[in-house]
């Protein structure tokens, strides 16, 4: 297989193969979001201009040279000739080849940025969604409150409850109601975020997978890190700087220049040919070459340097993604059955006369807390899903049916 199909191979599966089944309206936000961001627009732009520049490396380097040369004295002389340097060398050649790799860093760079755009959407979208479940939490603690408060106030005007009782349900619902403020001002901060991110004002933002998919058992890690956009890109450069060597070995061969003139003296025809090719003696360009075989090795080793890192964040991701995982898991096997029965029976008892609103308001208290950890924690899932995506290159824009982790 070929440098350049390998690297297009791996393009295509970057853009167009993401390993995650969006939901349709999620994919369907990212495709306004890339349609709309300046950033991407400005990328596509560096494309098309990087196939011009192809193109324009693909043409011969030299024209022709027409040169008239006409003499009036005691013999007139009217020549006509045309010159032409012949590229001995390639360096067309060597040009088109750079100028197919531009190509393909342009390609690469403009899914790095898509990639790099939609994280930053989903990750903004997860914080969001994470702050309006939080909000409706404080909501429903609020409404427990305020049903609180005027149980406490009947009970009490029925002489079953005193006057602090009151007084501790009219705090509770007073501080309840601040919590809600503050959970819906921080709704409003996580929609801004989201504006903010992907440059969209929707009256209604879609919702990420509730939960998130399970994390995969055995990922292809290599295969994986092979499509990530950066590293193309990268492996494009590489190409491009080999370009640049064969560039400098070309540039080193002269390039002989090649005339035919035809002209008259009085009444002779005159007929000529012209050859004439500069002599690198004074500079030989090793130089040049040099520096391109050392651009060359300094581009290999950067990419090593971005495996390394990518396969990092991928193992890091993968880690701390399986771990929010489990800990939803176990929270959904043992904590959130028991947390609903346990409010149930609090209120029962505290109705019955069987528990004292101190504890009431304690107990109750808890329990949101405790769900309102729970929101926070699979909203960490959800950054932990995000993460994972992104540093496995997994959040793909065309229409083709994805495959699930």
Not at 98 to 125: K, N, P, W, Y
């Amino acid at each position: 297989m070929s440098l350049k199909h390998h690297f297009l191979t791996g393009l295509l599966a970057c853009l167009a193969l993401p390993a995650w089944a969006a939901p349709p309206a999620i994919d369907e936000l990212l495709q306004q979001v890339w349609e709309s961001h300046p950033g991407i627009q400005a990328a596509q732009s560096a494309v098309e201009a990087a196939q011009a520049l192809s193109t324009a490396a693909g043409k011969p380097i030299y024209n022709p040279e027409l040169e008239v040369d006409a003499e009036r004295t005691a013999v007139n002389t009217l020549s006509i000739g045309i010159n032409q340097t012949i590229d001995w060398g390639d360096k067309r050649g060597a040009q088109r080849q750079m100028g197919d790799s531009g190509i393909r860093i342009a390609q690469a760079e403009l899914a790095a940025r898509r990639l790099q755009v939609a994280s930053e959407v989903l990750t903004a979208l997860a914080s969001y969604q994470t702050a309006q479940e939080q909000r409706q939490l404080a909501t429903r603690f609020s409404e427990l409150m305020g049903q609180l408060v005027e149980t406490t106030e009947q009970r009490y005007a029925a002489g079953d409850l005193g006057q602090l009782d009151v007084a501790l349900a009219r705090v509770a619902f007073s501080e309840s109601r601040m919590q809600v403020a503050r959970r819906t001002a921080e709704v409003s901060r996580q929609q801004a975020s989201l504006v903010a991110a992907s440059g969209l004002r929707l009256s209604q933002w879609p919702s990420l997978p509730n939960p998130p998919p399970a994390p995969p058992a055995s990922p292809q890690r290599e295969a994986l890190l092979a499509e990530l956009p950066q590293l193309i890109a990268q492996q494009a450069r590489i190409a491009n700087a080999r370009g640049g060597i064969e560039l400098a070995r070309a540039t080193r061969k002269a390039d002989p220049t090649l005339g035919l003139r035809g002209g008259a003296e009085e009444s002779d025809l005159l007929l000529g040919l012209n050859f004439s090719m500069p002599l690198n003696v004074r500079n030989t360009y090793t130089a040049e070459v040099t520096a391109a075989s050392q651009q060359a090795v300094q581009e290999e080793k950067i990419l090593q340097d971005l495996h390394r890192l990518a396969a990092s964040r991928f193992d890091g991701s993968l880690s701390v993604y399986r771990l929010t995982h489990r800990a939803w898991l176990q929270w959904q096997d043992a904590g959130q059955s028991n947390l609903a029965r346990q409010l149930k029976l609090v209120q029962r008892i505290w109705e019955a006369g069987e528990l004292s609103t101190t504890d009431y308001l304690l107990q109750t208290g808890q329990n949101i807390n405790t769900q309102i950890t729970a929101a926070e924690l699979k909203g960490e899932l959800r950054l932990a899903w995000v993460a994972w995506l992104k540093a496995s290159g997994q959040i793909g824009g065309n229409r083709q049916t994805p495959a699930t982790p």
